[in-house]
């Protein structure tokens, strides 16, 4: 009997990757040039790292390794395909589907250029998804719900510890919010981001 199967939670992206999908018809041309939260990117932009990281991701369960699994996600500007509003919302399913494949998260695999436990990947993808999704919420002005288990999932992966410290040049510094703030906005400020940014802060 499989025991690994039975005491290691199953990540299931469909949630974080549907919320996705649902804000793209909110997107029109005019907001592509607008701000994100990610300094660096603007809607283009982060659309277009979405569909980077979720072709790389998707591969990096496959272990299909080449191009999509070896590029750092900053090694230059995500430029958005024209086509993007067909072609990003069957590349979310693909990764989706993807991840549900129980040999995805055995063993070692890469993204980004960094190997990593299949486990791992699994969870930096679920986090990418989950605060990705928000940013473009934020950006575009509209609503985000995030389900409670991926939101956990993100923000666990968020919290440094003594055994994984927090990388700085990937994430921001964590922005305070009171106590009884929601799990969402525990969540993006745990991020670096602060949880009321608005285009034009």
């Known amino acids: 009997?499989?025991?690994h199967t039975e005491t290691t939670p199953t990540i299931d992206l469909e949630p974080a990757a549907r919320q996705i999908t649902g804000l793209l018809d909110g997107i029109d041309e005019q907001r592509l040039a607008g701000p994100t939260p990610c300094p660096d990117y603007t809607v283009r932009e982060l659309l277009a790292h979405v569909a980077k990281l979720s072709a790389a991701f998707r591969d990096a369960a496959r272990k299909g390794f080449?191009?999509?699994?070896?590029?750092?996600?900053?090694?230059?500007?995500?430029?958005?395909?024209?086509?993007?509003?067909?072609?990003?919302?069957?590349?979310?399913?693909?990764?989706?589907?993807?991840?549900?494949?129980?040999?995805?998260?055995?063993?070692?695999?890469?993204?980004?250029?960094v190997d990593m436990p299949g486990e791992v990947a699994a969870v930096v993808v679920l986090d990418e998804l989950v605060v990705h999704g928000w940013d473009l919420a934020r950006s575009t002005g509209?609503?985000?719900?995030?389900?409670?288990?991926?939101?956990?999932?993100?923000?666990?992966?968020?919290?440094?510890?003594?055994?994984?410290?927090?990388?700085?040049r990937?994430?921001?510094?964590?922005?305070?919010?009171?106590?009884?703030?929601?799990?969402v906005d525990r969540t993006v400020a745990m991020s670096g981001r602060r949880p009321d940014w608005r285009p034009g802060d």
């Open 66 to 113: 080449g191009p999509t699994t070896d590029t750092a996600p900053d090694s230059t500007l995500p430029v958005l395909a024209d086509d993007w509003r067909e072609t990003l919302p069957p590349l979310l399913d693909e990764l989706v589907t993807a991840w549900r494949d129980p040999a995805a998260r055995q063993g070692m695999t890469r993204a980004g250029g």
């Open 170 to 183: 990937i994430f921001g510094q964590p922005v305070p919010v009171p106590a009884d703030a929601s799990l």
């Open 1 to 3: 009997m499989d025991t």
């Open 142 to 168: 509209q609503a985000y719900e995030a389900d409670e288990a991926s939101l956990r999932v993100s923000l666990a992966m968020l919290t440094p510890n003594d055994t994984v410290p927090r990388s700085e």
